[in-house]
């Protein structure tokens, strides 16, 4: 790509968002998916975006957490920074997060994104769902 265009791009981007958005955009954290998860969740928005989030478990804490989505920066930006979010947290304080916790972490998104938040955050309680659902029933993991 011609460098002036790639220039312009990038300075059309830091008027849209947040260096902390771009960021997570370029360089997402944990991304891609975890073969002996205890929990996985998958939510597909109203844009046809998929995301998906396995978890690992450890003495009630989320040691590990992986995100993949085939969605916009935006939906990149907020699987990534749930990763961050709730890594090294308990099961309940996972469960807490908010679309608001997102969006503060990120420095905010345009308002046709913002509803990306809430897809990061519904696909995560998927994911405490499915595993305390595996506690419960760990035969049923055998059929996922």
Not at 70 to 95: F, H, N, P, Q
């Amino acid at each position: 790509m011609d460098e002036s265009i790639e220039k312009e791009h990038a300075l059309e981007l830091l008027g849209k968002y947040s260096k902390t958005v771009i960021e997570h955009v370029t360089n997402p954290r944990n991304v891609g998916d975890m073969p002996n998860y205890d929990g996985y969740g998958q939510e597909v928005g109203d844009c046809g975006d998929i995301l998906s989030i396995w978890i690992s478990v450890r003495n009630d804490r989320v040691v590990n957490i992986t995100f993949w989505t085939d969605g916009c920066g935006a939906t990149i930006a907020c699987g990534s920074m749930v990763t961050e979010l709730v890594k090294g947290r308990s099961i309940s304080e996972a469960y807490r997060l908010t679309p608001e916790n997102i969006l503060d972490a990120l420095g905010g998104l345009p308002e046709e994104n913002v509803h990306c938040a809430s897809f990061a955050v519904n696909s995560l309680r998927k994911a405490l769902q499915n595993y305390t659902e595996l506690r419960k029933f760990p035969w049923k993991k055998l059929y996922q």
